[in-house]
């Protein structure tokens, strides 16, 4: 059985993804969330935890890279999904680079920080990616943070 990432999947992924967005808002962290699917199953999750560990490395990216490798007991997720709530930044879409990660479904886009400000070559060239899964849900979810931090 392959990836299942068409339709109502995507959706639920996403959500389970904004749900580790919450866990980090709850953290006091910018609420940025990540599942891994593989096969059609959640290996891996992560949020931001920056303040947490004090790393401005600790993306919610980052945190599931880590979580998935150690799943599948090897550094490459080329055949696993990225669900993340916030379009990547440039260095976490150069860490999916060396994780060969298969593919890459995002929520919000991200203008001023996102990958795609310095265009796809970030990307392993076998990476397929779309943007705007729950878009709506995901940027409310920063935009009420930001405008609580202000």
Same mark, same amino acid.
């Given at each position: ?50 303040? &947490? +560990? ?7 990216? $980052?945190? @599931?890279?880590? =979580?998935?490798?150690?799943? /599948? !007991? ?6 696993? &999904? +990225? ?7 440039? $260095?976490? @879409?150069?860490? =999916?680079?060396?994780?060969? /990660? !298969? ?27 779309? !943007? ?19």
């Amino acid at each position: 059985m392959g990836n299942i990432t068409t339709g109502n999947s995507d959706e639920y992924f996403m959500k389970q993804a904004l749900m580790e967005a919450e866990k980090a808002k709850n953290r006091d962290e910018v609420p940025v969330g990540a599942v891994i699917v593989s096969n059609g199953q959640i290996i891996a999750r992560g949020h931001n935890l920056t303040e &947490t +560990l004090n790393d401005a490395t600790a993306h919610a990216e $980052m945190q @599931a890279f880590t =979580s998935a490798a150690n799943h /599948l !007991g090897g550094k490459y997720l080329n055949n696993c &999904t +990225l669900y993340v709530t916030l379009e990547p930044c440039p $260095m976490c @879409a150069a860490a =999916s680079y060396w994780v060969q /990660l !298969g593919e890459i479904v995002y929520g919000a886009s991200d203008p001023k920080r996102g990958f795609s400000l310095l265009g796809q070559g970030l990307l392993h060239p076998k990476t397929s990616i779309r !943007g705007g899964v729950l878009a709506e849900e995901c940027g409310l979810l920063l935009t009420a943070f930001f405008r609580k931090k202000r």
